[in-house]
C-alpha cells in the first residue's frame, strides 16, 4: 500500500510539473466586471486603504453627478477633484501631494475585475553542496523565477 502511494504522489507531481511548464492557463476572453456596490473593502494595512473605502462609499454619489470615465483624485478622507484623464489627475497628485500616498481611481459603475496571469512555481537553486547525499538542487517554492 504505501509503494502504491508513493508512486501516486510521484506521478500526481510530475503531471503538476509537466502543467506548470506549459504556461500560465488561458485568459478569460471577456473581461468579467462587478458592480460599484460590491466592491470589497479594504481591511488591510494599505497606506492607501482609507483612500479606497472613501471611494466606496462615495462612488454612487459621483456617478449620479456624471463624473463616469473620470479620473478622481482622493488624499486622506477627502476628494481632492476629478480630471479628464488619468494623466492630469496624477499631474496633480506629483505637485501637491509629491511622494505622498493618494489614490487616483477612474469611476466606473462596474469595476472590471483583475486576475494574476502569472503563477508560483518552483526554481532550481544552485548550490555548492560538499555533501554528497545533497546531489540534487534544492527546489524553492514561492518564487517566479
Sequence with gaps: MKEEAISL???LRRE????????PPPVPTHQQTIHYTELPED???????GEWNLY???VGRLLAEGHEGKWVLIKGERIVGMWATKEEAKRASDEWYPLQHVLIHQVQEREPVVFCTWMWRPRRVNRNVSDASQKRPDVVLGDRG
Design 56 to 58: 466606496r462609499r462615495e
Design 16 to 23: 503538476e510539473m509537466e502543467r506548470m511548464q506549459k504556461g
Design 9 to 11: 504522489v510521484e506521478r
Design 43 to 49: 481591511t488591510s494595512a494599505s497606506p492607501i486603504a
